[in-house]
T-cell receptor, first 114, second 110 residues
Framework: ETGVTQSPTHLIKTRGQQVTLRCSSQ?????VSWYQQALGQGPQFIFQ???????GRGNFPPRFSGLQFPNYSSELNVNALELDDSALYLC?????????????FGPGTRLTVL | RKEVEQDPGPFNVPEGATVAFNCTYS??????FFWYRQDCRKEPKLLMS???SGNEDGRFTAQLNRASQYISLLIRDSKLSDSATYLC???????????FGAGTRLTVKP
């Protein structure tokens, strides 16, 4: 196991609602990245948090937002849910040291938007 | 064109076969490269990093060709437990920004 945990494991929402997903990083990891994985696709980078600041963002609209807390856990918030937001949401923690950039994934939250 | 492209698959091979996966990437500034394995409805797990000199881990061999922007994974003596989706991953180098291919599905049959 990677030591990265996510909650909840599954979630069902309806269009227009808001959702908050949570991630606890591996001990000692100060960086959390979030990914969206649609069925049959690879994970798509949403954004990354490093020491409580956003540290890079993929091609996702502003209704995808996040937070990182002093203990390095993180939240992903999605407002105004759309049907296409249905996916597996993965967080990955890492320590971006020179020569070591491996990311370790949590089990994911499966979001279904009806 | 996607930034990371992989063989579409699926690959269906018998136990003991050798199978090779290919991956190309478009961002020449990419700095590090990985193969991840993902089982059905599970999270991706690191299989191996890929180095310019090529590297081997048991039955698995990874190669990187920076000039051609090409990465490969070779699996020898396939086992039933190798059945999974194999994801090619490229780190753009800025902010630990990892880009994933869509994955290649492998099924190893008895």
């Amino acid at each position: 196991e990677t030591g990265v945990t996510q909650s909840p494991t599954h979630l069902i929402k309806t269009r227009g609602q808001q959702v908050t997903l949570r991630c606890s990083s591996q001990s000692g990891h100060n960086t959390v990245s979030w990914y969206q994985q649609a069925l049959g696709q690879g994970p798509q980078f949403i954004f990354q948090y490093y020491r409580e600041e956003e540290n890079g963002r993929g091609n996702f609209p502003p209704r995808f937002s996040g937070l990182q807390f002093p203990n390095y856990s993180s939240e992903l918030n999605v407002n105004a849910l759309e049907l296409d937001d249905s996916a597996l949401y993965l967080c990955a923690s890492s320590v971006p040291l020179a020569g070591e950039d491996t990311q370790y994934f949590g089990p994911g939250t499966r979001l279904t938007v009806l | 064109r996607k930034e990371v492209e992989q063989d579409p698959g699926p690959f269906n091979v018998p136990e003991g076969a050798t199978v090779a996966f290919n991956c190309t990437y478009s961002n020449s500034a990419s700095q590090s490269f990985f193969w991840y394995r993902q089982d059905c409805r599970k999270e991706p797990k690191l299989l191996m990093s890929v180095y310019s000199s090529g590297n081997e881990d048991g039955r698995f061999t990874a190669q990187l060709n920076r000039a051609s922007q090409y990465i490969s994974l070779l699996i020898r003596d396939s086992k039933l437990s190798d059945s999974a989706t194999y994801l090619c991953v490229v780190n753009r180098g800025n902010n630990n920004d990892m880009r994933f291919g869509a994955g290649t599905r492998l099924t190893v049959k008895p």
